[in-house]
Nanobody, 126 residues
Framework: QVQLVESGGGLVQAGGSLRLSCAASGLTFSNYAMGWFRQAPGKEREFIAAISRNGGNTRYADSVKGRFTISRDNAKNTVYLQMNSLKPDDMAVYYC???????????????????WGQGTQVTVSS
């Protein structure tokens, strides 16, 4: 079966950095655009970043532009999220997701994504 497994979450101080990884299996990884979403307590799951099948295009939420970078390694079936200058507002469970459809604009809507991981917790202290 298709599996997406996030890792790399943990506790960091404000201003610090983390790199999240999402390892995919059970699918042809290069046929999927990949996205990162997050959900904080009491809030809806929100779009963070997306990357096209070959990594040539990326899209970011305004709240993380300039601080977060999405990348992928198709040879390793893995997508990454490098998070720098972390803020307390970044504290959330982070999820990766896979989108099979070819789109003119990378998807920021949860409905576009076919598969989801279980999430990894990011905690930011001050």
């Amino acid at each position: 079966q298709v599996q997406l497994v996030e890792s790399g979450g943990g506790l960091v101080q404000a201003g610090g950095s983390l790199r999240l990884s999402c390892a995919a299996s059970g699918l042809t990884f290069s046929n999927y655009a990949m996205g990162w979403f997050r959900q904080a307590p009491g809030k809806e799951r929100e779009f963070i970043a997306a990357i096209s099948r070959n990594g040539g295009n990326t899209r970011y939420a305004d709240s993380v532009k300039g601080r977060f970078t999405i990348s992928r390694d198709n040879a390793k079936n893995t997508v990454y999220l490098q998070m720098n200058s972390l803020k307390p507002d970044d504290m959330a469970v982070y999820y990766c997701a896979a989108d099979f459809n070819i789109r003119v604009v990378l998807g920021a809507d949860r409905r576009y994504y076919n598969y989801w991981g279980q999430g990894t917790q990011v905690t930011v202290s001050s």
